[in-house]
């Protein structure tokens, strides 16, 4: 867990122009649209960002392995990745690399934090500290380090972070929502946690949801509804949870494994990604299925909504994420994200909360900043 250790790699990093180059192949021909169309909400800003073509501006390079989560701070200018090099990081995206000589620009970490013992799987910003999770089972609490904070300060025992007990197995996500920590585990738990403790406040698995058939939950987000929670489980099984009695609200349509989902924020709705090349749009008021779609060229690996609700974010193993208007359905951009490595490529991306930014982390070792 020191942030003394200097990670940063001594790889060919002339790949800029190379790896906007990968051929998509069939993506080519799935239907693309790059100019956004106005959903009638209000012209603010943030909307506004978004009727634009995207652009790749900044490269996070320092990572050895694979990053598997990238989460972006809701109002400071951090960033916290996620590595199968079992390292989460921290940068501060106004600290470029100054004399390079590129279209995008490179940024190094300022924090570096070590505790798992296998790679680390997610990653989320509370409100006073850092979570993540790994394959190792372990769930640890960092502080969020101080804008001026720099990889070769002076070692601080403040930066060590702290454990949450009570999974057993490889926990596979993360979910953070007015200050509740949810995760899932391959040990068959999905488990909310008291924070100030790191202990679990409401332990759910599919026995105790009274349907042992549901066996090992793949992801649980926050839904939009006060208390309840969307998972899925590993095979063809959707779940609604009201955490406060322990139920099941709904069981959705049975589908193809799903690898991912996520809620919009306003209205009961959520989107899954699966292995099949396509997502799902699910009304959670009756768990009907309302939509679906190919989306990539290979599996489908990440899904999420923009805070207003107007726009959808896909990744996939065909090294793409692409850019859907969520009213009419349609892909407005797409954009050539990482390249493959083990027959994986895009492992996460999300949305900056407030600003028009775009992240994705890639099996390639590498998070890219898209404005």
């Given at each position: 867990?020191?942030?003394?250790?200097?990670?940063?790699?001594?790889?060919?990093?002339?790949?800029?122009?190379?790896?906007?180059?990968?051929?998509?192949?069939?993506?080519?021909?799935?239907?693309?649209?790059?100019?956004?169309?106005?959903?009638?909400?209000?012209?603010?800003?943030?909307?506004?960002?978004?009727?634009r073509?995207?652009?790749?501006?900044?490269?996070?390079?320092?990572?050895?392995?694979?990053?598997?989560?990238?989460?972006?701070?809701?109002?400071?200018?951090?960033?916290?990745?996620?590595?199968?090099?079992?390292?989460?990081?921290?940068?501060?995206?106004?600290?470029?690399?100054?004399?390079?000589?590129?279209?995008?620009?490179?940024?190094?970490?300022?924090?570096?934090?070590?505790?798992?013992?296998?790679?680390v799987?997610?990653?989320?910003?509370?409100?006073?500290?850092?979570?993540?999770?790994?394959?190792?089972?372990?769930?640890?609490?960092?502080?969020?380090?101080?804008?001026?904070?720099?990889?070769?300060?002076?070692?601080?025992?403040?930066?060590?972070?702290?454990k949450?007990?009570?999974?057993?197995?490889?926990?596979?996500?993360?979910?953070?929502?007015?200050?509740?920590?949810?995760?899932?585990?391959a040990?068959?738990?999905?488990?909310?946690?008291?924070?100030?403790?790191?202990?679990?406040?409401?332990?759910?698995?599919?026995?105790?949801?009274?349907?042992?058939?549901?066996?090992?939950?793949?992801?649980?987000?926050w839904?939009?509804?006060?208390?309840?929670?969307?998972?899925?489980?590993?095979?063809?099984?959707?779940?609604?949870?009201?955490?406060?009695?322990?139920?099941?609200?709904?069981?959705?349509?049975?589908?193809?494994?799903?690898?991912?989902?996520?809620?919009?924020?306003?209205?009961?709705?959520a989107?899954?990604?699966?292995?099949?090349?396509?997502?799902?749009?699910?009304?959670?008021?009756?768990?009907?299925?309302?939509?679906?779609?190919?989306?990539?060229?290979?599996?489908?690996?990440?899904?999420?909504?923009?805070?207003?609700?107007?726009?959808?974010?896909?990744?996939?193993?065909?090294?793409?994420?692409?850019?859907?208007?969520?009213?009419?359905?349609?892909?407005?951009?797409?954009?050539?994200?990482?390249?493959?490595?083990?027959?994986?490529?895009?492992?996460?991306?999300?949305?900056?909360?407030?600003?028009?930014?775009?992240?994705?982390?890639?099996?390639?070792g590498?998070?890219?900043?898209?404005?």
């Amino acid at each position: 867990m020191n942030n003394n250790d200097n990670d940063s790699e001594n790889k060919d990093i002339n790949d800029d122009e190379n790896e906007e180059e990968l051929e998509l192949g069939v993506l080519a021909g799935l239907t693309i649209n790059n100019e956004a169309d106005p959903l009638g909400l209000s012209d603010n800003s943030y909307i506004s960002q978004f009727r634009r073509s995207w652009t790749h501006k900044y490269t996070l390079r320092s990572h050895l392995d694979g990053v598997r989560c990238v989460q972006f701070h809701p109002v400071e200018p951090l960033l916290v990745s996620a590595s199968e090099d079992k390292v989460v990081k921290v940068w501060n995206l106004n600290r470029t690399v100054a004399g390079k000589k590129t279209q995008t620009a490179d940024i190094d970490p300022i924090m570096n934090y070590r505790g798992h013992d296998e790679p680390v799987l997610s990653v989320v910003f509370g409100e006073n500290e850092i979570y993540s999770s790994g394959l190792d089972g372990q769930i640890f609490g960092w502080p969020i380090p101080k804008l001026d904070a720099d990889l070769y300060d002076p070692f601080d025992s403040e930066i060590l972070g702290r454990k949450f007990e009570g999974h057993t197995d490889a926990v596979w996500n993360l979910d953070f929502q007015e200050q509740s920590l949810v995760s899932s585990s391959a040990d068959g738990k999905i488990i909310v946690w008291d924070i100030p403790t790191g202990t679990p406040a409401i332990t759910i698995t599919a026995e105790s949801l009274g349907m042992p058939e549901l066996g090992i939950p793949v992801d649980a987000r926050w839904s939009s509804e006060a208390n309840k929670l969307v998972a899925i489980w590993k095979g063809d099984k959707i779940t609604t949870i009201d955490v406060t009695t322990g139920k099941i609200v709904l069981m959705l349509d049975e589908c193809v494994e799903a690898n991912a989902v996520c809620t919009h924020p306003l209205v009961p709705i959520a989107v899954t990604a699966h292995e099949d090349k396509h997502i799902r749009m699910w009304d959670l008021s009756s768990g009907i299925l309302v939509h679906t779609c190919s989306a990539h060229a290979d599996a489908v690996s990440t899904v999420a909504i923009d805070k207003t609700g107007a726009y959808l974010l896909t990744g996939g193993h065909d090294s793409s994420i692409r850019l859907w208007n969520i009213d009419t359905k349609v892909c407005v951009q797409e954009m050539t994200a990482h390249r493959p490595k083990n027959d994986e490529a895009v492992h996460y991306a999300t949305f900056h909360i407030n600003k028009g930014y775009v992240a994705s982390a890639g099996a390639d070792g590498l998070v890219k900043i898209f404005v």
